[in-house]
């Protein structure tokens, strides 16, 4: 846990005092990781600083596990907490074994516990310790080095991390690969994660909190679908951006939208089979056929089903792409618009078919918090409508 | 193909000047007059190498610390105008130098120590502060927040990483002191210049040559050799000749 008790910095300039980061009050459970955010300049970076003390505090407190840090000796509190920078920092003179084990060395582990460490932590990380722990930085990718940079400081197994907007200087694809690792790591390690970023849509989908700074000011500080949802002010507003319902897109997991009754029809039915519980179901254009093991096969066409006789495995068209139970909506809403359609099976981790979900329910997901009235966000029995 | 056959050629050009050279140097007798100072050559040599050795570490032992305690943070107020002050001192000519501490220390070795080591300090001061200036900020706050001890920092992080620019400075200190070495035999602290001056002075180029040519080959030694000490101890990581 991480709680900051009136956290205050003053700098003396020649153009007299600035106040970087003003009374700031906010605690992180413990296990969460909270993201400080907001545009350069606005102090975040400097709260994030203070609470390990490469920047002085000018007065207020830092709690780390509900105890004052103020009488601990820099060094020791240094060690104990994990420090991630943009730069990333690694020494250069170093091989990437010694990079790694900067902190367990300083603590003076033993010979063999940090260097079984350091095979640990390339594992975690999803690296080959024989190919790299004898290498140094230079020889290694942005990318590369920013996951040893990330290592280095879990090596001792801190409780808290801070991180300086660690992923900042990786190019677009490698930083979403490093950021889905980061958080499959985090939901094992657990660890106590402040976090500096000036990205918008990486605090959303880190952050079990993020805080919004403006001159020195915590303006808001809330979960992040809170805050979509919810903007405290005009500044909120306008820095999250006009598609910020679209960013809550994100946030919203399939499994949290989709409904389970939905028809289906076997190859093995025959077609007025499909056509009378298309009708029952109340479906516009088709049905989905389902096969033995209860994979989505194909789909039959109310106009097929009308017009033809015989059994519908001989009569389907292609099945419509799927989505799977922990896809985001964001993914969905792609899928959707991609294929020009308007629901699509959901199938679980084993690819069977589980239900479905339609745009309708997804617009009404997002629409719910937004709406005050009650007989608006009573939950709408939703329908697959349209294919074709 | 064409180059590597012209290579081949060049070499064997060479080989056959050189061969001609030797057959003139034997005909004419130059090689008898080498000969002949063979013995002082040896003598004067090691003098020459003490002079070196001595000055030498003396001007790394005071010029690294000086450069580590000026590159300090809390001495950033001081530490421009200082080096200022020593570039300033650089301008002095050596014999100047050689010539003042003769009229403190009066002649002899130490004076020429003395003189040698003021002459050799600059160059080793300033690589050491902006060797260790230039350790990028980003390293320093990583090694901070890491939890290191100002001590470990520098010795851990600073210096690994300035080491490489520090031995410039050595190697291009250590390659002018050798060279200056034969100015201290005007105040009589015997070296190589013995041979030289005394040459110039009887105008006997056989005799001048006899300690021109092994000081330049000192040079070259001296400079190899540091450049190989480089080689060994700046960390593979942070040295350029081992990427």
Same mark, same amino acid.
């Given at each position: 846990?991480?709680?900051?008790?009136?956290?205050?910095?003053?700098?003396?300039?020649?153009?007299?005092?600035?106040?970087?980061?003003?009374?700031?009050?906010?605690?992180?459970?413990?296990?969460?990781?909270?993201?400080l955010?907001?545009?350069?300049?606005?102090?975040?970076?400097?709260?994030?600083?203070?609470?390990?003390?490469?920047?002085?505090?000018?007065?207020?407190?830092?709690?780390?596990?509900?105890?004052?840090?103020?009488?601990?000796?820099?060094?020791? &509190?240094?060690?104990?907490?994990?420090?991630?920078?943009?730069?990333?920092?690694?020494?250069?003179?170093?091989?990437?074994?010694?990079?790694?084990?900067?902190?367990?060395?300083?603590?003076g582990?033993?010979?063999?516990a940090?260097?079984?460490?350091?095979?640990? &932590?390339?594992?975690?990380?999803?690296?080959?310790?024989?190919?790299?722990?004898?290498?140094?930085?230079?020889?290694?990718?942005?990318?590369?080095?920013?996951?040893?940079?990330?290592?280095?400081?879990?090596?001792?197994?801190?409780?808290?991390?801070?991180?300086?907007?660690?992923?900042?200087?990786?190019?677009?694809?490698?930083?979403?690969v490093?950021?889905?690792?980061f958080?499959?790591?985090?939901?094992e390690?657990k660890?106590?994660?402040?976090?500096?970023?000036?990205?918008i849509?990486?605090?959303?989908?880190?952050?079990?909190?993020?805080?919004?700074?403006?001159?020195?000011?915590?303006?808001?500080?809330?979960?992040?679908?809170? &805050?979509?949802?919810?903007?405290?002010?005009?500044?909120?507003?306008?820095?999250?951006?006009?598609?910020?319902?679209?960013?809550?897109?994100?946030?919203?997991k399939?499994?949290?939208v989709?409904?389970?009754?939905?028809g289906?029809?076997?190859?093995?039915?025959?077609?007025?089979?499909? &056509?009378?519980r298309?009708?029952?179901?109340?479906?516009?254009?088709?049905?989905?056929?389902?096969?033995?093991?209860?994979?989505?096969?194909?789909?039959?066409?109310?106009?097929?089903?009308? @017009?033809?006789?015989?059994?519908c495995r001989?009569?389907?068209? @292609?099945?419509?792409?799927v989505?799977?139970?922990?896809?985001?909506l964001?993914?969905?809403?792609?899928?959707?618009?991609?294929?020009?359609?308007?629901?699509?099976?959901?199938?679980?981790?084993?690819?069977?078919?589980?239900?479905?979900?339609?745009?309708r329910?997804?617009?009404?997901?997002?629409?719910s918090?937004?709406?005050?009235?009650?007989?608006?966000?009573?939950?709408?029995?939703?329908?697959?409508?349209?294919?074709? | 193909?064409?180059?590597?056959?012209?290579?081949?050629?060049?070499?064997?050009?060479?080989?056959?000047?050189?061969?001609?050279?030797g057959?003139?140097?034997?005909?004419?007798?130059v090689?008898?007059?080498?000969?002949?100072?063979?013995p002082?050559?040896?003598?004067?040599?090691?003098?020459?190498?003490?002079?070196?050795?001595?000055?030498?570490?003396?001007?790394?032992?005071?010029?690294v610390?000086l450069?580590?305690?000026?590159?300090?943070?809390?001495?950033?107020?001081?530490?421009e105008?200082?080096?200022?002050?020593?570039?300033v #001192?650089?301008t002095?000519?050596?014999?100047?130098?050689l010539?003042?501490? %003769?009229s403190?220390? #009066?002649?002899g070795?130490?004076?020429?120590?003395?003189?040698?080591?003021?002459a050799?300090?600059?160059?080793?001061?300033r690589?050491?502060?902006?060797?260790?200036?230039?350790?990028?900020?980003?390293? %320093?706050?990583?090694?901070?927040?890491?939890? %290191?001890?100002p001590?470990?920092?520098?010795?851990?992080?600073?210096?690994?990483?300035a080491?490489?620019?520090?031995?410039?400075?050595?190697?291009?200190?250590?390659?002018?002191?050798?060279?200056?070495v034969?100015?201290?035999?005007?105040?009589?602290?015997? #070296?190589?210049?013995?041979?030289?001056?005394? #040459?110039?002075?009887?105008?006997?180029?056989? %005799?001048?040559l006899?300690?021109?040519?092994?000081?330049?080959?000192?040079?070259?030694?001296?400079?190899?050799?540091?450049?190989?000490?480089?080689?060994?101890?700046?960390?593979?990581?942070?040295?350029?000749?081992?990427a």
């Amino acid at each position: 846990m991480i709680r900051l008790d009136n956290l205050t910095k003053v700098f003396d300039t020649p153009k007299g005092a600035v106040v970087a980061a003003d009374h700031i009050n906010m605690e992180v459970p413990r296990g969460e990781i909270c993201i400080l955010l907001g545009p350069s300049g606005c102090g975040k970076t400097t709260t994030l600083k203070m609470i390990n003390r490469i920047i002085r505090a000018t007065s207020g407190k830092v709690f780390l596990d509900g105890e004052d840090t103020t009488g601990m000796n820099t060094q020791d &509190l240094r060690r104990s907490i994990g420090y991630v920078i943009q730069q990333i920092g690694l020494f250069p003179n170093m091989t990437i074994e010694e990079n790694i084990t900067v902190v367990p060395r300083l603590l003076g582990w033993d010979r063999t516990a940090y260097k079984k460490r350091a095979r640990e &932590l390339m594992d975690m990380i999803a690296m080959d310790a024989e190919a790299f722990l004898k290498r140094y930085p230079s020889e290694l990718s942005g990318g590369q080095q920013q996951r040893i940079g990330v290592a280095r400081a879990l090596a001792a197994d801190p409780p808290v991390m801070l991180m300086d907007e660690p992923f900042g200087a990786i190019d677009p694809i490698n930083r979403a690969v490093i950021q889905d690792e980061f958080l499959k790591m985090q939901a094992e390690l657990k660890k106590t994660i402040m976090f500096v970023s000036h990205d918008i849509d990486e605090a959303i989908k880190m952050g079990d909190r993020i805080a919004i700074f403006r001159e020195g000011k915590l303006v808001q500080y809330s979960a992040p679908d809170d &805050l979509l949802s919810a903007p405290r002010n005009g500044f909120v507003e306008s820095f999250l951006g006009e598609d910020r319902a679209l960013k809550r897109l994100n946030l919203v997991k399939v499994r949290e939208v989709f409904s389970d009754e939905m028809g289906s029809v076997k190859p093995d039915d025959t077609l007025e089979t499909a &056509l009378s519980r298309i009708d029952d179901f109340g479906y516009q254009n088709a049905i989905l056929m389902v096969n033995d093991r209860g994979e989505p096969a194909g789909m039959i066409t109310r106009s097929v089903a009308r @017009t033809t006789r015989g059994y519908c495995r001989d009569h389907y068209q @292609t099945a419509p792409p799927v989505a799977q139970l922990d896809d985001d909506l964001r993914k969905v809403a792609s899928l959707m618009f991609a294929n020009d359609t308007t629901w699509l099976p959901c199938v679980d981790a084993r690819g069977r078919v589980c239900g479905h979900i339609t745009q309708r329910a997804m617009t009404h997901h997002l629409g719910s918090r937004y709406r005050s009235r009650p007989e608006d966000s009573a939950p709408l029995r939703s329908q697959p409508e349209t294919k074709e | 193909m064409p180059i590597r056959s012209l290579k081949s050629a060049g070499r064997w050009v060479l080989a056959i000047l050189l061969f001609a050279a030797g057959v003139w140097a034997q005909r004419s007798g130059v090689i008898e007059d080498f000969l002949y100072y063979l013995p002082d050559v040896r003598y004067l040599a090691v003098q020459h190498l003490f002079l070196t050795a001595m000055s030498g570490s003396l001007a790394i032992a005071i010029a690294v610390p000086l450069g580590i305690v000026l590159s300090r943070p809390s001495m950033a107020r001081f530490a421009e105008s200082l080096m200022q002050v020593l570039n300033v #001192g650089t301008t002095i000519p050596t014999l100047a130098v050689l010539a003042l501490s %003769m009229s403190f220390l #009066g002649i002899g070795t130490v004076p020429a120590v003395f003189g040698l080591t003021v002459a050799t300090l600059l160059p080793i001061t300033r690589n050491t502060y902006v060797g260790l200036k230039g350790v990028s900020p980003a390293l %320093m706050e990583a090694a901070a927040g890491l939890g %290191m001890s100002p001590a470990q920092r520098l010795f851990r992080v600073e210096l690994p990483n300035a080491l490489y620019v520090i031995f410039a400075g050595i190697r291009t200190a250590l390659a002018i002191n050798v060279g200056t070495v034969p100015l201290a035999f005007l105040i009589g602290a015997g #070296g190589l210049g013995e041979l030289i001056f005394t #040459g110039i002075d009887l105008y006997d180029t056989v %005799m001048m040559l006899a300690g021109a040519i092994p000081t330049a080959l000192l040079a070259v030694i001296v400079d190899a050799l540091v450049a190989t000490i480089a080689f060994l101890v700046v960390p593979r990581g942070v040295n350029p000749s081992r990427a």
